[in-house]
C-alpha cells in the first residue's frame, strides 16, 4: 500500500529510519513519477558494474541527505521495470531529472525518468560498437564505443543524430565549455595500441573538425576543468598508470611524473583529486596513495592520511571509482568484485567522511546525486 501522506502532520524535523519519506511544505510525494517504490526527495543512485557475463548490472538508491540505504533501495531498475538492468553497466548520468545508463555487455543506451522507469533505449550493433561511457551537452547525449566512435543521440528520445570517428576503442568523455575531450585506449584485444586524446567541438560534430593530441600510452580517463584537462592511461606494465595534464590555452600536454588509478575534478578549475592504487601481485597487498595536483603549479599534496585515518578501509581495499558530490564533496567506492557487494564512502571538502553504505551490488562504477 502506498502511504502517500505518511507521517506529513509530524514535526518536520523526526526521522524516520524505516522509511525514505520527506517531510516539506510541498509534499513531496515519494512515489512520483510511478515510481514502485518510496524514493527519497533528494536521492543518490549507485550504478553497479556487476560482473562480466553474468547479467547482474544494476541501480542502487540512497538518501543522499542522510547517505543511508535499506534493501528495498538494491535494485532500482528491476523494482520499476521488471527486468534485469544487463550485463556491465558501464556508466551513468543524470540531466534535467532524467538518467542516462550505458550498458556494456548488453550493448546499449537507456534513457529512465527520475524514478528510474524506462522511457527509451538505443541499442548499439557492432556498425558502431558497443557503447562505453557518456556525456550531455545542450540537448544531446554523446556515447563513445568500442568501435571507435563518439555516437550523438537526441536526448530527448535517443534517436542517432550523428558521429565522429575517434580511436578504435573511446574510453572516457567529458565535457566543459562545448567541447568535448575523450580517451582512446588500446583495444580490448590489444591488437591496435592508441595514445591520443581527441577533441570536439559539439557546435562542429563532424570528422574533419576533430582534433586528436598524443598523450600517454593507453589512454584511459579525461577529467576536464575550465583550463586543464587530466589524463590518465595504463602503462605497459598495468601498475605504474601515468597522469598527464592538458593544458586547454596553450594546447600541450605533459606528463606530470605522477601517477594515477582514477582522477576526478578538485575543488577548483586547476585541481585535481587522484588515487592510485598499487598491488604487489606476489603478497595481493594493494597500498592506496590519496593526493591533488595542481596543475597550474605543478605540485602534488598527499591527502592519504586524512582519508585513511577517517576510514582505516580505504588504505588497502580494492579502490573501484571517484565520483563527485556536491559542495565539494565526493564518493570513494570500493570492491570485493564477485564475492560481495561493494561499499560507498562519502567525505565534505575538507576529507571528512560523511557516511558510508552499501553499494547493494557488485563492482559499483558511479555515484551520482539527483
Keep these: ?30 512515489y512520483e513519477y510511478g515510481s514502485n517504490v518510496a524514493l527519497p526527495e533528494h536521492r543518490g543512485l549507485v550504478l553497479n558494474e556487476g560482473s562480466f557475463q553474468k547479467n547482474n548490472a544494476s541501480i542502487a538508491f540512497f538518501d543522499a541527505v542522510m547517505d543511508t540505504t535499506t534493501k528495498a533501495a538494491n535494485d532500482l531498475y528491476l523494482i520499476q521495470n521488471k527486468k534485469q538492468l544487463g550485463d556491465t553497466g558501464q556508466d551513468l548520468i543524470v540531466e534535467d531529472n532524467n538518467i542516462y545508463v550505458s550498458v556494456y555487455g548488453s550493448s546499449y543506451v537507456a534513457k529512465l525518468n527520475k524514478a528510474g522507469i524506462e522511457q527509451a533505449r538505443k541499442s548499439f550493433g557492432s556498425d558502431l560498437g558497443q557503447p562505453r561511457y557518456l556525456a550531455e551537452c545542450d540537448g544531446f547525449i554523446y556515447v563513445t564505443t568500442y568501435g571507435g566512435y563518439v555516437v550523438k543521440l537526441n536526448a530527448n528520445d535517443l534517436t542517432e543524430a550523428g558521429k565522429v570517428a575517434v580511436g578504435p576503442a573511446a574510453e572516457r568523455i567529458d565535457e566543459e565549455n562545448g567541447i568535448l575531450y575523450v580517451a582512446c585506449g588500446n583495444t580490448a584485444d590489444y591488437t591496435t595500441a592508441d595514445n591520443r586524446m581527441f577533441i570536439i567541438d559539439t557546435k562542429n560534430f563532424t570528422d574533419a573538425a576533430t582534433k586528436s593530441v598524443d598523450v600517454c600510452d593507453n589512454t584511459q580517463l579525461v577529467c576536464a576543468t575550465d583550463n586543464y584537462v587530466f589524463i590518465q592511461g595504463y602503462a605497459a606494465d598495468w601498475i605504474n598508470n601515468p597522469l598527464w595534464v592538458y593544458d586547454i590555452k596553450s594546447g600541450k600536454a605533459e606528463d606530470t611524473g605522477e601517477y594515477a588509478t582514477y582522477v576526478i575534478e578538485g575543488e577548483n578549475d586547476n585541481k585535481a583529486f587522484a588515487v592510485f592504487s598499487k598491488t604487489d601481485w606476489e603478497t595481493y ?18 591527502v592519504t592520511s586524512k582519508i585513511t585515518s577517517a576510514a582505516s ?32 564512502y562519502h567525505f565534505d571538502s575538507n576529507y571528512k567522511l560523511l557516511g558510508s553504505f552499501t553499494s547493494w551490488g557488485q563492482n559499483p562504477k558511479k555515484v551520482v546525486v539527483m
Excluded at 597487498?285 to 598527499?302: C, G, L, P, R
Excluded at 563527485?324 to 564475492?339: D, M, R, V
Design 1 to 30: 500500500m502506498k502511504f502517500r501522506s505518511l507521517f506529513l502532520s509530524a514535526l518536520c524535523g523526526l526521522a524516520v529510519s524505516t522509511a525514505f519519506t520527506s517531510c516539506s511544505d510541498d509534499k513531496y510525494d515519494p
Design 285 to 302: 597487498e594493494t597500498i592506496n596513495t590519496y593526493f591533488v595536483y595542481d596543475a597550474s603549479t605543478k605540485t602534488k599534496t598527499d
Design 313 to 344: 578501509a580505504l588504505a588497502n581495499a580494492t579502490i573501484y571509482s571517484l565520483s563527485k558530490g556536491e559542495n565539494g564533496s565526493f564518493y570513494i567506492t570500493t570492491s570485493l568484485y564477485s564475492a560481495g557487494n561493494g561499499t560507498v
